[in-house]
C-alpha cells in the first residue's frame, strides 16, 4: 500500500490548478503517493491541460458539476494510499507539508483526520478550525460581535480566535480545503456526504468521524498556502452566481441541523438568517450606513433567496396532501430546497 492518495476536484479552475499541482508534485517528491483529480464537467480548458502536462494524474471525469463531496466521492474508492489527502485545487502546498501530516497520523492512531495551518496569499494566519456552528454562533456572527470581541473566548467561539493556532489541539471539525484522512477512518466512516453540495460536507464529516470513536486533530507544523474563494464558484462575483452559491450554502446549512440538531433547530437557525439579514438592510437604509457594494448586495440576495423559497412553499405543501390523500405519486414529488446547479429554479 502506497503512503498517500491525493484527491482533488476541479470545476472550471484552471487558474489556480496551475499553481497547486506544480507545488503539489514538488511536496510529493520521494513520497510513494498517488495524485487524483475529480472533474466536475469543466469547460474552461483546465482538463485537457492537466492530461497533457501531468499524464500521471488519474482523472475521474464525471459528466455534470455534482459538487465538492459527491466529487471526492467518486475518486476515494479508487485510492490505494495508507493515508487520503482531500486538497483544494486553490492551495499551494509548502515544501514538507505533506511529509509532516503523514508523521503526525503516524504517531497518533487514534486521530482519524488532521488539517494543518493554513495562511492567506500574504502569509498571515487563515481561520482553519473551528467549534461547531449553533444559533448563538450565528448571532454573534451575523451582528459583528464575534468580530468586534476576537479575543474572547465566548464572542470568538466559533472561529476560536482566542487561540493564536501555532499549537496542536484537537478541535471539532477543520477546513475542508486540507483533510488527511485514515484508511482506517474512511473504511470505517465513509465519505462524504453528498447531499452536502457545497459548504458544511466538512462540518458533517468531522462530526460523523468524531461519533465513529476517532479524533479530529490540527497541528501547525505543516503549512499549506490556501487562496480562499478564488475558485468556482466561490469566486464568481455575478449576482445570479451570488445567488446559485447562496442557495447551495443554504441548502447545505439546513441539511446540517436537520441532520444532527433536528427541524425546529434547522427552522430557528434559517428564521435568524432572514431577521438579521432584513435587520442589516433595514438599519443600512435608515442611517445610512456604508458597507461595501458587495455586502449589500449579499443581504439582498438572502431575502431574495429565501422568498423564491418561501414562493414554491405553497406548492410543495399542495402536493404533498395530494401524496397523502392518493394521488399521483410521480406528479406529487416536488422538493422544497433544489440545487441551482444542476436544477432550474422555475
Known amino acids: 500500500m502506497i503512503d498517500i492518495s491525493v484527491v482533488i476536484v476541479n470545476y472550471n479552475n484552471d487558474g489556480v490548478l496551475r499553481g497547486c499541482l506544480p507545488a503539489l508534485l514538488s511536496s510529493l517528491e520521494g513520497i510513494d503517493a498517488e495524485v487524483l483529480l475529480s472533474d466536475n464537467g469543466s469547460t474552461d480548458g483546465s482538463l485537457p491541460w492537466v492530461r497533457s502536462t501531468y499524464p500521471s494524474i488519474q482523472v475521474i471525469e464525471n459528466k455534470a458539476n455534482l459538487g465538492f463531496a459527491e466529487g471526492n466521492n467518486r475518486a476515494l474508492p479508487l485510492t490505494t494510499g495508507r493515508y487520503v489527502l482531500l486538497l483544494n485545487p486553490d492551495t499551494v502546498v509548502e515544501p514538507d507539508s505533506i511529509a509532516k501530516m503523514i508523521t503526525f497520523l503516524d504517531t497518533k492512531p487514534q486521530a482519524g483526520v488532521v488539517s494543518c495551518k493554513l495562511i492567506n496569499g500574504d502569509g498571515s494566519r487563515q481561520i482553519s478550525a473551528r ?68 459548504t458544511y460536507d466538512e462540518v458533517d464529516w468531522c462530526r460523523r468521524i468524531k461519533k465513529a470513536g476517532f479524533e479530529v486533530w490540527y497541528t501547525p507544523c505543516a503549512v499549506i498556502q490556501h487562496l480562499d474563494r478564488q475558485s468556482e464558484p466561490q469566486a464568481n462575483p455575478k449576482p445570479e452566481a451570488r445567488i446559485k452559491y447562496m442557495t447551495v450554502e443554504r441548502n447545505s446549512r439546513t441539511r446540517y441541523f436537520l441532520k444532527h440538531r433536528g427541524r425546529v433547530y434547522m427552522i430557528l437557525v434559517e428564521l435568524l438568517h432572514i431577521a438579521l439579514a432584513a435587520g442589516l438592510l433595514l438599519k443600512m437604509n435608515l442611517l445610512g450606513t456604508r458597507r461595501a457594494p458587495v455586502y449589500v448586495m449579499e443581504l439582498k440576495l438572502l431575502i431574495i433567496m429565501n422568498l423564491r423559497t418561501l414562493r414554491r412553499l405553497p406548492r410543495v405543501i399542495g402536493r404533498m396532501l395530494i401524496r397523502l390523500l392518493g394521488g399521483s405519486q410521480k406528479w406529487a414529488k416536488m422538493p422544497l430546497l433544489i440545487n441551482p446547479y444542476l436544477v432550474d429554479d422555475n
Not at 470568538?156 to 471539532?172: A, H, I
Not at 485514515?182 to 453528498?194: A, F, I, N, Q, S
Request: glycine share 8%; proline share 4%; aromatic share 20%.
Open 131 to 198: 467549534r461547531y456552528p449553533t444559533l448563538l454562533t450565528y448571532f454573534l456572527s451575523y451582528t459583528g460581535l464575534s468580530l468586534q470581541y476576537q479575543d474572547s473566548p465566548f464572542f470568538g467561539q466559533f472561529n476560536m480566535t482566542d487561540w493564536d493556532g501555532d499549537s496542536e489541539r484537537q478541535v471539532d471539525w477543520a477546513c475542508g480545503a486540507v483533510l488527511m484522512v485514515r484508511r482506517k477512518t474512511l473504511e470505517k466512516v465513509g465519505g462524504l456526504d453528498p447531499y452536502f453540495f457545497l
